[in-house]
């Protein structure tokens, strides 16, 4: 339950802010390719869940502290400003919805919270005039049950 209210505010996030950050796209886990008209556009991916403590109270282990990678990839054309984009990117990921944009703040739910990574990019893909970049951050939650 916590993972996926931390995803979902990360979600709502970037959804809100979706016209002043000027995408035209924004999916989450996206299973079909994008076209030139659905650029900029931004992805949120689900990467490497891990364990990083176990709980000593059962023999289960559970609930154990956990550690995800949450990717949101931005894709822009060749003539975009790409650089900017990604730091406003930034800017509403760690801004708590209905905030001053100043208050910056890494807990995004009952015990979750989110840290930046690593910034990966600006890359190419090997794609004529397209262009994007990579803000991996680390989401730190309890699971509440196995």
Known sequence: MNRENGLQE??????????????????WTPTNPIQESDMPCIFLLEGTDQIVKHSSRSNTGFPAKRVMEVILELVTSKDTD????????????????????????????????????????????????????RLVLDMVYTDENF
């Open 82 to 133: 790409i650089k900017t984009m990604y730091r406003n990117l930034r800017k509403v990921v760690f801004t708590k919805r209905g905030t001053d944009p100043s208050e910056y703040s890494s807990v995004i739910a009952n015990n979750v919270f989110i840290q930046e990574s690593r910034s990966e990019g600006p890359e190419g893909y090997g794609l004529p005039n397209v262009r994007g970049m």
């Open 10 to 27: 990360i979600f709502n996030r970037i959804k809100e802010s979706r016209t002043s950050l000027g995408v035209k796209t924004f999916k």
